[in-house]
């Protein structure tokens, strides 16, 4: 039992040490403007060679593509991509750790395989992709935000699956991002590595978490495209901290076999891993390559479904039906999210046969009392021994999930069962509120003409002030229902449209401490993020309709 | 609260009275002769009209294509099976109630329909379906093997989903059969309704269970399709028992909303719904009118899966391989089971591109051990309650699967958690177990050329005699790892060539207890069944090869 304070500051130089040796290996020397705008994300177009930034400006499929046609070596490539990664990191330090050798070396098969034609290419042939330090990749440390089990915990044998699958689709994993203590924030800090940064606005404001560290290598085009992980809104807050695209896909389509957490089916939330990137077609590549493993055989879990082809285009017969999710009754969000909400919703009037309805929310204070009593049923206590192991402290979000929260308490397996009928009930339940969206079919048992998806803000406000990320619900909603969420950018603040409302009256306490943290100058330009939700399983559907709505608007 | 001894006789006297109301609607004079042999499955061949005894030999498709056509009325269908379940009734005690008022009209409606033309008709029209009773019917009492809630459980608005999509497929439901006290035992007795016997031996031995009432109904032709249900071998276990077919399907695609149990996300090991047919093309039937009313819109646990048309045609290319599990390393099957799996296998070697193997079983011994630390993570105290509210007393099975069951007691959430984490980690293993049944091809990352499917026992033995069914690992196993298990009749016990082995050693002294049952005497011309499993999802496969099998053999 090693239980001293000096303990965690050991474990967490020896990480860094590690992190920094790997960003040596890529071997560039990076001049970083002494003086930043709070704004940087054009500093890495302003320090990488033209060549590393022509490449890293790329679309995932334009890489592909290129890569594929011999335009371009899988080599130059992922070199830079390497590079912009080792800018966006002392920008934001957002990276565990490089890759170099492993994605060079794999840079340099790839090559060789089209050179002689030997193999077939993989549908990422060529691709970097960015992962969450969390999922295992073999022979480096695993862990989970934590200093104990990063020191403690054997390194894996091997890729965690959903990695495995990626590389013989021939993407190549080229880094590997931060993730907050005990995993449970909405921003992006631990002991091991510090504060990951938004790149909008640097130093001031947080990332979004918990797939923070990808959010900001991803924002910066230090990788196209990335895997992150969310139970309450990790990878769709960052994404829409950062102004990228994030998708939160059902459970049970995405494998988790190698990660650092417990099995797949063991949770009463269910964690699912998904793809982050700067395209809507980045998160649908990323889908397909992973239905079309089939890991079903591998990971029993998993629900054997391939990616659907889905035809929503709208017409007079079957309009496209859309429920604008204005505020959950707790919370009323930013006036920027209102207005993107509002701008959105008057584009979306322009396109013929595109209806837009409101839709009510179902209890969504109770959503939360349920999420928050089933994410740590141990009351926290497996989480306060691991940081009690290496004398780690608690940070102040950690502090505020697992002590300040109501929800959060060791439960007795009676209360487990109570939460769990509650669960399933309010599923049934939101199931039934969404059918009436529509109308029943007597004859047919069925309901018809409900909406295809719902538009909603991702979070009360845009990214945050560091440590301020602390009301979960309107995406942990979606987690507590299993619908997929995908959070997609739409704008950015204007402090002279998006004036502070001076308001008197408020629907809950919370929406009083959300309010407070409302100042137009302090969140001026920063990203807008809205939320699609579909129904369970139509992640298709959900990507389908937005990337209609992005060639109609 | 009521708690005399009193209370549970008076319950039982007013099901059974109302029971037979129910039956004496039907209105007719049944003559049961007074000495009875003891396979009475002639009987109701001899005591019914010439007309009702040919309509209730049809098949399933047969009745459905002769309503459909106006071959035959949907009224004089019903008619037909209601007379023949009251005697099965007589025979077996298989019934909680019949519903010939509802039954009738319904009848009278799809005739009128069809003379009209006013509506289309659907895949089921006119078929008449039996229900096991925690199934919910509209204005009927809703139980679950106990008597308090027969008494005090609110009457539902509305029937089942299952049953309302069966009704508006054109099914009629006519029959609700008997469950044992708890849902849990393997055999069909309970205190409101009595002992369910087998027609194969009569009085002697159970109909196995927990849907034994439908077992002993479907085998004496009193309905040719129904609803049964299944958490360690409750549909397959009676199935096998009365010579019929059984689909315990992978859960979360037949809807359980409107039954009597927990919601349908919420238990460790989750109960399903499944068919329960004379023939297997009924439970095709079934799966594919349950899957084309897209009951996830309803229900949201539900999987989105069509019910898929599979091609398992074996080849020179593509051979079909079947696993054979001749026994699971705990319990060595009684002879007739044997001897039914070598013959099916002399049998499976003279189809061209059938390729058999032999399939180890993986640690069955733990998958009880999960499994039954699974079914009552509150030591049964829930059941408990319910039974001394009105005093009943606890069967003899339901006493041992609850108290002498060393797996079951009450769990703390830490014990709880440990259990998930268990029959997860199972599940992972068991599916590397399957793959190893094949070889990895290492370039596509999948496992080629492993087993189609399995075929296995359903039970050490046949039917039981009363009080014995005490080993259920042959089937729970799989509705631990949530494999699709389909029972099947193979043929019948013969003294002759079955005769009980001079055992010195066994593999465990379950082993032992199962082997001091077997009586070739006793089991003379009994039923014997067999279990084809798939993975997980298969469902369609099983059925597909199991077609092919009984085409080409």
């Known amino acids: ?82 590079e912009r990664a080792v800018i966006a990191q002392n920008l934001t330090n957002c990276l565990t750790e490089l890759l170099p050798q492993r994605a060079i070396s794999q840079a340099i098969e790839l090559d060789g395989r089209l050179l002689d034609n030997s193999t077939s290419l993989g549908p990422l042939h060529g691709l970097p992709v960015s992962i969450k330090s969390h999922i295992g990749i073999a022979n480096r440390p695993l862990s989970s935000g934590y200093c104990a089990p990063f020191h403690s915990r054997p390194h894996p044998d091997a890729d965690a699956l959903v990695v495995q699958i990626l590389t013989r689709a021939g993407a190549i994993v080229h880094a590997r991002t931060t993730e907050p203590q005990s995993m449970m924030q909405l921003e992006c800090a631990s002991n091991l590595y510090g504060v990951t940064t938004n790149p909008y606005s640097n130093i001031l404001m947080s990332s979004g978490g918990s797939s923070g560290g990808e959010a900001a290598l991803i924002a910066l085009r230090g990788s196209v495209l990335g895997v992150g992980s969310d139970v309450g809104g990790s990878i769709r807050v960052p994404a829409a901290a950062c102004g990228i695209y994030g998708l939160k896909p059902t459970s049970f389509r995405v494998p988790t076999t190698g990660w650092s957490s417990t099995p797949p089916g063991a949770d009463p939330i269910v964690t699912v891993l998904g793809p982050m990137s700067v395209s809507l077609e980045g998160l649908e590549i990323f889908m397909r390559v992973m239905a079309a493993a089939e890991p079903w055989h591998i990971e029993p879990a998993i629900i054997p479904l391939s990616w659907r082809a889905v035809d929503i285009t709208p017409s007079r017969e079957k309009p496209l039906r859309l429920g604008i999710l204005w505020h959950d009754e707790v919370v009323k969000p930013h006036p920027p999210i209102t207005r993107a909400l509002r701008e959105l919703v008057d584009k979306l009037s322009n396109i013929p046969h595109v209806e837009v309805v409101n839709f009510p929310p179902y209890k969504h204070d109770e959503a939360w009392a349920i999420a928050s009593s089933l994410y740590f049923t141990d009351g926290g206590e497996a989480d306060l021994a691991v940081m009690a192991e290496s004398g780690e402290p608690l940070l102040s979000l950690t502090e505020w999930i697992i002590k300040d929260n109501p929800g959060v308490k060791k439960l007795s397996r009676d209360e487990l069962e109570y939460w769990l009928e509650e669960r399933e009930e309010f599923r049934m339940e939101y199931s039934q509120h969404w059918n009436k969206t529509g109308v029943f079919n007597k004859a047919l048992g069925a309901w018809e003409n409900t909406v295809d998806a719902i538009i909603c803000p991702v979070a009360p406000g845009v990214a945050t002030k560091h440590n301020t990320a602390k009301y979960w619900t309107y995406t942990a909603v979606w987690n507590l229902l299993d619908y997929p969420a995908l959070a997609f950018p739409v704008g950015k603040v204007d402090k002279t449209i998006d004036v502070k409302e001076n308001r008197k009256r408020f629907m809950s306490h919370l929406d009083k401490e959300s309010w407070k943290l409302y100042r137009p100058e302090l969140f001026q330009d920063m990203p807008v993020g809205l939320q699609m939700v579909g129904r369970r399983f139509d992640d298709e559907t959900v990507i389908a309709i937005l990337k209609f709505l992005e060639q109609n608007i």
Not at 3 to 11: G, P
Not at 22 to 39: D, H, K, M
């Open 1 to 82: 039992m090693r239980n001293s304070h000096k303990m965690w500051k050991q474990i967490a130089q020896e990480a860094q040490a590690l992190r920094d040796e790997t960003l040596a290996e890529v071997g560039v020397n990076i001049q970083i403007p002494a003086q930043l705008s709070r704004n940087v994300t054009d500093i890495p177009d302003k320090v990488l060679s033209a060549s590393s930034a022509r490449i890293t400006s790329l679309a995932p499929q334009e890489i592909i593509t290129l890569a594929s046609e011999r335009k371009i070596s899988a080599q130059e490539v992922v070199q830079a991509f390497l």
